[in-house]
């Protein structure tokens, strides 16, 4: 009878415990997903920039961080790396600006002249911006660049996408105002 009671005591004791614990495993936020939005490479060497949306767990763009930037380095499938501190606020940080409920408006911190349009369509994200004169789904930004790592030149930037309307290919070379 008294291993009874104490398997009925430990019973009731543990049963909270297990309820919290189910409990807090149901309201923990499931981990974010990310999509490819599009990337930028550069003439000094094999890393890429990567930027990509942050889908939260509701399937909508995070309006906390709705595009996430990190490098990979060596080539597009090398290893990932966050930017540091200089690269986030001098070249490729983003500067981010919420246009309407999931659409957002960003611009790299370097390459300011460059809109950018962030949204979801039929589940699928999309980076629009002009390219020749059209709309277009960026894919790519390829930036010539030389001199020196703190003090580079940029000779031009060339814009790749696909046009919103026909899906044929787009492309533009920017070049910077003298």
């Known amino acids: 009878m008294r291993?009874?009671?104490?398997?009925?005591?430990?019973?009731a004791k543990l049963n909270p415990a297990l309820l919290l614990i189910f409990i807090l495993a149901l309201t923990t936020p499931a981990a974010a997903v990310f999509a490819p939005l599009f990337i930028v490479e550069r003439t000094t060497n094999g890393n890429v920039v990567h930027y990509d949306a942050q889908i939260g767990a509701n399937g909508q763009l995070d309006p906390r961080e709705p595009v996430v930037v990190y490098w990979t380095i060596g080539s597009e499938k090398g290893s990932r790396q966050d930017l540091n501190f200089l690269e986030r606020k001098r070249a490729w940080g983003l500067e981010v600006m919420r246009k309407s409920e999931g659409r957002y408006v960003i611009s790299v911190v370097s390459q300011r002249q460059i809109q950018i349009e962030v949204y979801q369509r039929e589940g699928k994200v999309h980076a629009e911006t002009a390219i020749a004169g059209s709309r277009a789904y960026l894919r790519k930004i390829f930036v010539n660049i030389e001199g020196p790592l703190l003090f580079p030149k940029v000779n031009y930037i060339d814009l790749f996408g696909s046009d919103v309307m026909s899906g044929e290919d787009r492309?533009?070379?920017?070049t910077p105002s003298k």
């Open 3 to 11: 291993d009874l009671q104490i398997k009925s005591r430990i019973k």
């Open 171 to 174: 492309y533009e070379r920017l």
